[in-house]
């Protein structure tokens, strides 16, 4: 079962520019995750927040999270070429280990 | 961190053949481990859990006797794709659990693109 909804789908922006994606989801949820995903590779963890958290930053990312509208956001900052893959969020919820994955946001930074 | 390792990373087979991908987490163990199936430009498809010592645990609509799990040690984990047809062709992908239950930070294979002709 997918549980998140992302937007925009893709998004394209030049080097330097902010770059925002949009997540949002269904039930009550233990923690929300981003991950980074390069054209047919593995998946990289960025960052966690958990649901008593509303903001939380790492080096040029910044997630928000909103419990009451379900929705949470990944902000990257001073996007870079390398910055360009597919970024996904997912969900923890409470009493499952599984990690559920949204739709994700495919990133392209033009140098 | 910690690392984890699916083999193998591409296969290609005939159809009514199977295919075994392993996946490993080298430094740490793992008591639970994940499999997922991702198409082309599509998110990640959890298809189901696999506790060492125990049965998987599938989700919805997802064949057992199809993608057989097996999770024979704290290290390894295996998902064989039976008597594969050309709609099987995807990129799959584990994840191991570090830690106890909730801690919620999974380490991802770099993952296995299958590929039946």
């Known amino acids: 079962s997918q549980q998140g909804e992302e937007d925009p789908q893709a998004l394209s922006i030049q080097e330097g520019e902010n770059a925002t994606m949009n997540c949002s989801y269904k039930?009550?949820?233990?923690?929300l995750q981003w991950y980074r995903q390069n054209s047919g590779r593995g998946l990289v963890h960025l960052i966690l927040?958990?649901?008593?958290?509303r903001e939380k930053h790492s080096g040029r990312l910044r997630v928000t999270l909103d419990t009451s509208k379900k929705s949470s956001s990944l902000l990257i900052t001073a996007s870079r070429a390398a910055d360009t893959a597919s970024y996904f969020c997912?969900?923890?919820?409470?009493?499952?280990?599984?990690?559920?994955f949204g739709t994700g946001t495919r990133l392209q930074v033009f140098p | 961190g910690a690392v984890v390792s699916q083999h193998p990373s591409w296969v290609i087979c005939k159809s009514g053949t199977s295919v075994k991908i392993e996946c490993r987490s080298l430094?740490?163990?793992?008591?639970?481990m994940f499999w997922y199936r991702q198409f082309p430009k599509q998110s990640l498809m959890l298809m189901a859990t696999?506790?060492?010592?125990?049965?998987?645990?599938?989700e919805q609509g997802v064949e057992k006797d199809k993608f057989l799990i097996n999770h024979a040690s704290l290290t390894l984990s295996t998902l064989t794709v039976t008597s594969a047809h050309p709609e099987d062709s995807s990129f799959y992908i584990c994840?191991?659990?570090?830690?106890?239950?909730?801690?919620?930070?999974?380490?991802f294979g770099e993952g296995s693109r299958l590929t039946v002709l």
């Open positions: 039930t009550s949820i233990n923690n």
């Open positions: 696999s506790n060492e010592g125990s049965k998987a645990t599938y």
């Open positions: 927040i958990r649901s008593n958290e």
């Open positions: 430094d740490f163990q793992a008591t639970t």
């Open positions: 994840s191991a659990q570090r830690g106890g239950s909730g801690t919620g930070e999974l380490f």
């Open positions: 997912a969900t923890l919820s409470y009493n499952t280990d599984k990690l559920i």
